[in-house]
């Protein structure tokens, strides 16, 4: 019902700036709650942020809180996750999610790697 997909990762050092976007598709996009979350190698998948169709009240995990921004443009059917004064610690594949109802994730993007360097 619903497809995403991520980019806009790469490598950068800490401190920098990075932008990442996912396209989703589907007709119902506004009727999906929009969600970051990051898994980095031997650790769990983690929260990130998310955000209803209107923007409003977003919500992040305390680890990005003040430095990462999640927003979305209903008209491109795309949500953004903008990443400010990067740390070495944010290292991960971020993967983009959606989920209709409950706390339940429903749909996944395949992920995008961000490598901070020190």
């Known amino acids: 019902q619903v497809q995403l997909v991520e980019s806009g990762g790469g490598l950068v050092q800490a401190g920098d700036s990075l932008r990442l976007s996912c396209a989703a598709s589907g007709r119902t996009f506004r009727q999906y709650i929009m969600g970051w979350f990051r898994q980095a190698p031997g650790k769990e998948r983690e929260f990130v942020a998310q955000?209803?169709?209107?923007?409003?009240?977003?919500i992040y995990a305390a680890s990005v809180k003040g430095r990462f921004t999640i927003s979305r443009d209903n008209a491109k059917n795309t949500v953004y996750l903008q990443m400010n004064s990067l740390k070495p610690e944010d290292t991960a594949v971020y993967y983009c999610?959606?989920?209709?109802?409950?706390?339940?994730?429903?749909?996944w993007g395949q992920g995008t790697q961000v490598t901070v360097s020190s």
């Open positions: 999610a959606a989920r209709s109802e409950g706390t339940i994730w429903n749909y």
């Open positions: 955000s209803a169709w209107s923007n409003t009240n977003p």
